[in-house]
């Protein structure tokens, strides 16, 4: 297992030593029986009846016991206190197994979800809702993308937030609203535009609580992923339809969507990328047992054919280059805060999903057969570095956004009198 590259805080290296145990000695040894009793509960779409198996709750309740709990969360009374770069060698730690972020109540898209609500929310935002997450009492989801639109320019929204008197009128429909099969959801956070012709167009969206149990919300069906439903997590097509809500459920006032929204994404894109290097790490490990253990063509072993051991070398090269910037976004972003680390946050989210998607492509080519399906992690890693590619704006708009800042750097990109 990978260790941090950067000095840690004492409490950082505390967390991160503890979680790596947890994780070796009450995760590891039953992660796949607990996915095997999970899949069987899980048969077939109908979300209605999904649920976890459950040891589940019985890991969350020994990593709640231990303090491994809300780790993401930089507030020491309501999570662990870590700094973004104290944490992101943990996100690691735990993305090199498909159940560890569930374990620790870390998992995405409930710890946006949650720093949302501890940076925006009121307080009787936080007591109704916040509280219930933090203690792994119920789920939440993010509703942004729509199908009828290109959601990679989020000023596309045709979902609106109207406001009438003292409450808001939601209509839309959104797909790929990730966590949405969970039986423990209760919350949705609808982000939608708000016409308002006296501001830009970057403060005509805004974001709304909403119950999921709300009259008008209705799930239109579960998406799978390259095949698979991904239960009961899933990710949902939901519609809104003439939804209300009081005016209190708008996150930061009408119109700071978008403002809200940088402030979600930046901490949580670092959590990803470092989640993507975990998984990177784990791919490696078994491509290499399994390049051993395996012999062909005169009795060698599999890393000793076909280019193999050229294969790992670059794998361990372009893991470390993304680990490196992606503690560097880290570190920038507790420093100097989100905005100074733009360039960073970008670039990490289009380098670690596509090192994971090529790492995880060498280690299911060595495994051969046993490579695409359920008996390794291997594909559900393919799967979750090539939706990465897409979540979260696609690898095309953080590259152009990416291109915008160098330009801007020499003085290029602005208008000249």
Same mark, same amino acid.
């Given at each position: 297992?990978?260790?941090?590259?950067?000095?840690?805080?004492?409490?950082?290296? =505390?967390?991160?030593?503890?979680?790596?145990?947890? +994780?070796?000695?009450? +995760?590891?040894?039953?992660?796949?029986?607990?996915?095997?009793?999970?899949?069987?509960? %899980?048969?077939?779409?109908?979300?209605?009846?999904?649920?976890?198996?459950?040891?589940?709750? &019985?890991?969350?309740?020994?990593?709640? $016991?231990?303090?491994?709990? %809300?780790?993401?969360?930089?507030?020491?009374?309501?999570?662990?206190?870590?700094?973004?770069?104290?944490?992101?060698?943990?996100?690691?730690?735990?993305?090199?197994?498909?159940?560890?972020?569930?374990?620790?109540?870390?998992?995405?898209?409930?710890?946006?979800?949650?720093?949302?609500?501890?940076?925006?929310?009121?307080?009787?935002?936080?007591?109704?809702?916040?509280?219930?997450?933090?203690?792994?009492?119920?789920?939440? *989801?993010?509703?942004?993308?729509?199908?009828? *639109?290109?959601?990679?320019?989020?000023?596309?929204?045709?979902?609106?937030?109207?406001?009438?008197?003292?409450? @808001?009128?939601?209509?839309?429909?959104?797909?790929?609203?990730?966590?949405?099969?969970?039986? &423990?959801?209760?919350?949705? +956070?609808?982000?939608?535009?708000?016409?308002?012709?006296?501001?830009? !167009?970057?403060?005509?969206?805004?974001?709304?609580?909403?119950? &999921?149990?709300?009259?008008?919300?209705? /799930?239109?069906?579960?998406?799978?992923?390259?095949?698979?439903?991904?239960?009961?997590?899933?990710?949902?097509?939901?519609?809104? %339809?003439?939804? !209300?809500?009081?005016?209190?459920?708008?996150?930061?006032?009408?119109?700071?969507?978008?403002?809200? $929204?940088?402030? !979600?994404?930046?901490?949580?894109? +670092?959590?990803?990328?470092?989640?993507? /290097?975990?998984?990177? #790490?784990?791919?490696?490990?078994?491509? @290499?047992?399994?390049?051993?253990?395996?012999?062909?063509?005169?009795?060698?072993?599999?890393?000793?054919?076909?280019?193999?051991? #050229?294969? /790992?070398? =670059?794998?361990?090269?372009?893991?470390?280059?993304?680990?490196?910037?992606?503690?560097?976004?880290?570190?920038?972003? =507790?420093?100097?805060?989100?905005?100074?680390?733009?360039?960073?946050?970008?670039?990490?989210?289009?380098?670690?999903?596509?090192?994971?998607?090529?790492?995880?492509?060498?280690?299911?080519?060595?495994?051969?057969?046993?490579?695409?399906?359920? =008996?390794?992690?291997?594909?559900?890693?393919?799967?979750?570095?090539?939706?990465?590619?897409?979540?979260?704006?696609?690898?095309?708009?953080?590259?152009?956004?990416?291109?915008?800042?160098?330009?801007?750097?020499?003085?290029?990109?602005?208008?000249?009198?």
């Amino acid at each position: 297992m990978s260790q941090p590259l950067l000095n840690l805080s004492e409490r950082g290296q =505390d967390f991160y030593k503890r979680t790596k145990a947890f +994780i070796e000695n009450e +995760i590891e040894p039953i992660e796949a029986e607990l996915w095997h009793e999970t899949h069987q509960l %899980n048969p077939d779409g109908d979300w209605t009846t999904w649920q976890w198996s459950p040891k589940l709750e &019985a890991l969350k309740a020994k990593a709640k $016991a231990q303090g491994l709990w %809300n780790m993401f969360l930089p507030d020491d009374k309501l999570g662990a206190g870590l700094s973004v770069t104290d944490y992101a060698p943990i996100a690691e730690l735990t993305g090199r197994s498909l159940i560890a972020p569930h374990v620790f109540n870390c998992n995405a898209p409930d710890s946006g979800n949650m720093e949302l609500l501890w940076r925006y929310g009121t307080q009787a935002q936080q007591d109704q809702w916040l509280t219930p997450l933090l203690a792994g009492e119920t789920r939440s *989801v993010f509703c942004m993308t729509e199908p009828a *639109v290109a959601s990679s320019d989020a000023t596309n929204m045709q979902a609106t937030a109207i406001v009438e008197g003292d409450e @808001i009128l939601l209509n839309g429909r959104k797909w790929w609203s990730s966590g949405l099969g969970d039986p &423990a959801v209760n919350l949705l +956070i609808f982000m939608a535009h708000t016409p308002d012709d006296s501001k830009d !167009r970057h403060h005509q969206h805004s974001m709304v609580l909403v119950p &999921a149990n709300a009259e008008g919300v209705k /799930i239109e069906r579960m998406l799978k992923v390259f095949g698979d439903y991904d239960a009961p997590h899933g990710h949902g097509e939901v519609s809104f %339809n003439n939804v !209300r809500v009081p005016l209190a459920n708008f996150i930061g006032g009408a119109g700071m969507g978008f403002e809200i $929204a940088q402030g !979600r994404l930046g901490p949580g894109r +670092i959590h990803h990328c470092m989640r993507c /290097i975990g998984a990177a #790490e784990k791919s490696l490990e078994l491509a @290499i047992h399994r390049g051993m253990n395996r012999t062909a063509f005169g009795g060698k072993p599999l890393v000793q054919l076909g280019g193999n051991m #050229e294969r /790992i070398a =670059d794998a361990r090269v372009k893991i470390d280059q993304a680990r490196l910037l992606t503690l560097h976004a880290a570190q920038k972003m =507790d420093e100097l805060g989100t905005k100074a680390a733009l360039t960073e946050i970008s670039a990490i989210k289009v380098v670690a999903p596509t090192v994971l998607q090529e790492v995880v492509d060498f280690s299911i080519q060595i495994h051969g057969g046993m490579g695409v399906c359920q =008996d390794t992690p291997l594909p559900m890693f393919f799967a979750q570095a090539r939706s990465l590619r897409l979540a979260d704006g696609p690898d095309e708009v953080h590259k152009t956004q990416l291109a915008k800042l160098e330009l801007k750097k020499l003085g290029y990109g602005r208008k000249r009198k």
